[in-house]
């Protein structure tokens, strides 16, 4: 038992610590995007979107998801071999950094054409090329840290950007106006490296010698499962650009209904996704090839994340209103009933998402595209086309419920079926009261008599967070931890 609770306490605390630091960036990204407005109006924003927007797509083409999977090969080795995947990850992501940058100064005349319609703007993408370089080699350091399992520093350069873009970039803004804009990101990324660099400074090898041949053998493995998530996320671009297309065919109005529905949920919950990954992936890496080891981690991690995204989500689709009428507009009242059964699919994705994990910890590419990146997305763009399709903007919603099941159903018997890893009994336990409270909250949204409505999800709100705190505690010893640190205070 001892034991159990060291591992749920390593998990939480990692969760703590990186989602701390994930919910300083959001306020952060707020209070900058104010003044940002403010500074720069409407066009300037328009610009800085148009600006990164550009970059991102060279970002994710030239990087080949390499430092995701090389958080997988740094967490499996140990010693000298560790030290040799290290210089092999940073050798090969130096290539690629310096072929996007290269690649997109020799094309920066054709993006300011494309996206400004003139010449004029080229000096800027050629600035972009070299903050693009520095974001590479930010995100390759990154990877060593979560490799190393060095969440608190990994949680202070996902700060870093942010507090800079804050600290030199409203300067800047405010100086040069939109002249100034790529000059910041320049400044901002590549302090954010140099950040980074300094936390990763005993971490790297030194003086290790290493042939091209031996470079490219040790880096292969990482290339070619980057390669594959690249490509299954690129085909999930895809995917979001048809669906969205397929919805502008009758309503434009329903396309940005659609993408402020899902930005606030993501908003609201990827960030505990996040927060988990950052030390759950490295650590079932290195456990990966015993079974036993893996589906206890898988488990574990499975409840922790079960009983703090239940009731995240049952507060979602309670203050769903207010959430709405604060971050947009009344306009966009009518997405309320949409985003609360969208809401809904997270406590799926909360199912799922320990086991998913175990395709890429076991350097499976070809179950990760196939299942991933193609299965996943196809059935996606079918259940949501055929949703609003058939019932128009609500129709996304019953689209994401049918979706979470069928993703509940295809987790467990696609990972039981390859990887033999399913959850206990003890888990299935915790999950039924969890969907059950998730459906009668649901459930009481759709009451129309709002105060009886309101009462039924505040009350199994209430119950919830109750029923969350209580199996935390008995997996945590909460008041155990809070005594030592009233203890170390003194």
Known sequence: MSDKKSIFRSIMKGTIIFGGSQTLTILINVVRGKLIAMILGAYGMGVSSLLQSAINPFQQLFSLSLPTSAVRS????????????????????????????????????????????????????????????????????????????????LATVAVVAPALGLIIGIPLYYYWNVEGIVPAMII???????????????????????????????GRGMLTLGAAMMLSSFIGTVVTYLLNTFIRTYSMEDVGMYQAAISITLQCTSMIFASMAA?????????????????????????????IMTPVTLLLILFAPTIVYVLLTPQFATIIPTLRMISISFIARAFCFPQDYVC?????????????????????????????????????????????????????????WRFKVHYSYTYLK??????????????????????????????????????????????LNLKEIIHQKKLRRK
Request: some cysteine.
């Open 430 to 475: 915790l999950f039924v009261p969890c969907l059950i409270m998730a459906v009668v909250c649901i459930g009481g949204s759709f009451i129309c008599e709002q105060q009886m409505s309101f009462q039924v999800m505040a009350i199994t709100t209430l119950l919830c967070c109750v029923y969350s705190y209580i199996q935390l505690d008995r997996r």
């Open 74 to 153: 740094i967490s499996l080795e140990t010693g000298n071999n560790r030290l040799h995947t290290i210089l092999a990850f940073q050798r090969i992501l130096l290539w690629l950094s310096l072929a996007g940058m290269l690649t997109m100064m020799v094309t920066s005349s054709w993006l300011s054409q494309f996206t400004f319609g003139d010449d004029e703007h080229q000096l800027w993408f050629c600035g972009l090329a070299v903050s693009l370089f520095f974001l590479m080699m930010t995100a390759g350091e990154s990877a060593i840290l979560q490799g190393f399992r060095k969440i608190k520093q």
């Open 188 to 218: 901002i990324n590549f302090a954010s490296w140099i950040t980074a660099r300094y936390f990763t400074r005993d971490l790297r090898p030194k003086g290790l010698f290493q042939s091209r041949r031996s470079t490219w053998r040790i």
């Open 360 to 416: 890429i910890a076991k350097g499976d590419k070809s179950f990760f595209f196939w299942v991933e990146g193609v299965y996943t997305n196809v059935k996606t763009l079918l259940l949501f086309g055929a949703g609003y399709y058939l019932f128009g903007f609500e129709g996304l919603g019953y689209a994401a419920i049918a979706n979470s099941v069928i993703d509940i159903l295809s987790s467990a018997i696609l990972n039981q």
């Open 279 to 307: 030390d759950y992936f490295p650590h079932l890496s290195t456990v990966v090839n015993d079974i036993k080891d893996t589906r206890q981690l898988v488990e574990q991690e499975g409840e922790i994340v079960l009983l």
